[in-house]
């Protein structure tokens, strides 16, 4: 047997030297995940034309070598697959590299107005209608450490400028009296629709703090033109090329996402394949579906790259995104829980977190309006990622689902639920029965100040096993797919 199978393998790599093309690129001499069913590691590994044409022993890869070949040396170290990420910002991200950035550090109220002091102070020449956007502010951490921050502590910084910060979990914005007043949003601004302007304490004027929406009523900062876009695009992908990240899905695209990234492409810079999902918004009824389904299917259909993957990375589009609710971390809780979120209630002593009602937020979308739309996607081939935060938005998007499958009980769709940050029991087994994807970020697992100690003491103590409940959706039958959601951080 091992005589037969010596002879075997060297006429193997007779006939291999005989008719193997030399390689663009071998990589040997490594540890290398080839991801099969039972995880082989393998040595070596060649590449021609983009595609993997060998993959086993260093003695095996010999005869790809030519000579004009690359070759890498692992001397022992691993290769892994290029990483998939289901759900990124990555424009965002991008930008964000590119502007006054707070970088997701725990800061007190004193070192954020240093900070953004820097920032004003290192930017010359500009008007009092310029305006000073600062990113990735830890918002939890100021608020524990400071109390609550607005434009009363905003307007000690010295400008004359407007000043919008935007917290890293993307849904609060903390603005100065400038920035109020250049937008006209005053004591008499109602609440738009999905957004909460807060007020100070008794009195309608607004606080500085905007929450959702409440931020679109802001007349800046002005949009990147589109040479930041481009910019902003080179850097995510350059911070994707160092991460090994080669697919990203990007997560709530707009349709002037297809330009910035296809002038990259162009220009030879696509070094990531992109998956863009269209962003849509509720309307206001179920009369306004048909409308909504056949606008964003032809959109999508237009900017979809039709071509079969190969080897150069291509833009595809071929899904929406919704959002069905805001985010559960504390003082947000814009997210639609079932159960009422606890607030802070001063006792004789202590402060004391009780069920309080007046925090049981409406979802975006009803589940009517939402399952007719996905059917009017699904029924077009159209895939559909849902922002779903809370217990209860996330069973609203399993509810849509249920509701397609029970009509069309053959037809296949694509439906990923992102977050899932807080999920009810009665819901784990649902996602492998209805088989939705569950889209979520293992590292909002840590224990970080956007969880400790507000948002773990207004979901109270009974909720805490329902948080970040990858392990028992996963165990209940759907492995879970992995997203980071960046640039936004918890
Ligand atoms: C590689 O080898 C081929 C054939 O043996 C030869 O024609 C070619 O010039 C070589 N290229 C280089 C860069 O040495
Ligand atoms: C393979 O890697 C090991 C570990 O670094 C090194 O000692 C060895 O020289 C390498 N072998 C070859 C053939 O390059
Ligand atoms: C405020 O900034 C201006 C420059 O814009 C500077 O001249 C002035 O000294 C600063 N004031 C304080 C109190 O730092
Ligand atoms: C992709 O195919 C659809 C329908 O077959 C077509 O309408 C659309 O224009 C194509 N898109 C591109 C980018 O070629
Ligand atoms: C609760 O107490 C804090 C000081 O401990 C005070 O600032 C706050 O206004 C009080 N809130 C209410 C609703 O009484
Ligand atoms: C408040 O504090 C006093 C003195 O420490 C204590 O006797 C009392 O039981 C406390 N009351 C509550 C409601 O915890
Ligand atoms: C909150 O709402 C629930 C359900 O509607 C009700 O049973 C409960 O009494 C309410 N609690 C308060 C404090 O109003």
Redesign the pocket.
């Known amino acids: 047997m091992i005589r037969l199978f010596a002879v075997a393998s060297v006429l193997g790599t007779i006939a291999a030297k005989l008719t193997v093309q030399s390689a663009d690129l071998v990589i040997r001499n490594g540890s290398i995940y080839t991801i099969d069913r039972v995880s082989t590691k393998a040595g070596a590994l060649a590449v021609k034309n983009g595609i993997i044409s060998f993959v086993g022993s260093n003695e095996g890869v010999a005869p790809y070598v030519g000579n004009e070949t690359k070759v890498v040396d692992l001397h022992g170290r691993a290769a892994i697959p290029g990483l998939v990420d289901s759900h990124m910002h990555t424009l965002s991200g991008g930008l964000f590299l590119l502007k006054c950035d707070l970088n997701y550090q725990p800061l007190d109220l004193n070192a954020v107005l240093q900070h953004i002091q820097r920032c004003?102070?290192d930017e010359t020449g500009k008007s009092d209608t310029d305006w000073v956007d600062v990113v990735n502010l830890d918002f939890p951490s100021l608020v524990t450490r400071s109390g609550s921050v607005g434009k009363v502590q905003l307007d000690k910084l010295?400008?004359s400028r407007p000043l919008s910060i935007r917290s890293s979990d993307y849904h609060t914005v903390l603005v100065n009296s400038r920035a109020l007043e250049l937008s006209d949003i005053t004591a008499s601004t109602p609440d738009p629709p999905n957004g909460k302007i807060e007020r100070l304490p008794g009195s309608k004027e607004p606080s500085g703090v905007l929450q959702d929406q409440a931020s679109g009523l802001l007349s800046g900062p002005p949009p990147p033109n589109e040479e930041q876009q481009v910019e902003a695009g080179r850097a995510a992908l350059k911070a994707l090329r160092q991460a090994g990240i080669t697919t990203f899905q990007e997560a709530a695209a707009g349709a002037d996402a297809q330009k910035t990234y296809k002038t990259i492409q162009t220009e030879g810079g696509l070094s990531s394949r992109g998956w863009f999902d269209y962003r849509i918004e509720a309307p206001p009824s179920l009369d306004g579906v048909p409308k909504l389904v056949s606008n964003a299917a032809a959109l999508i259909k237009s900017l979809n790259d039709n071509s079969t993957i190969g080897p150069a990375p291509a833009l595809k589009w071929q899904a929406i995104k919704a959002f069905v609710d805001g985010v559960i971390t504390y003082p947000a809780n814009t997210a639609a829980l079932i159960d009422p979120y606890w607030s802070p209630v001063n006792g004789t002593n202590e402060t004391v977190w009780r069920p309080d009602n007046s925090t049981l937020n409406k979802p975006y979308w009803s589940v009517e309006i939402l399952a007719r739309t996905l059917e009017g996607l699904f029924l077009q081939g159209i895939d559909a990622q849902l922002h779903v935060d809370g217990d209860l938005a996330v069973r609203i998007g399993l509810d849509a689902a249920a509701a397609f499958k029970k009509k069309y009980p053959d037809r296949k769709f694509k439906l990923g639920l992102a977050h899932d940050e807080l999920s009810h029991q009665d819901d784990w087994a649902r996602f492998a029965e209805l088989e939705v994807d569950p889209i979520m970020s293992f590292q909002w697992s840590q224990l970080s100040s956007f969880y400790i100690p507000s948002t773990f003491q207004s979901l109270a103590e009974y909720r805490k096993r329902n948080l970040q409940a990858y392990a028992q959706i996963e165990k209940a039958g759907r492995p879970i797919t992995y997203g980071s959601d960046w640039p936004v951080r918890r």
Do not use: E, L, M, V
């Open positions: 004003i102070d010295n400008t």
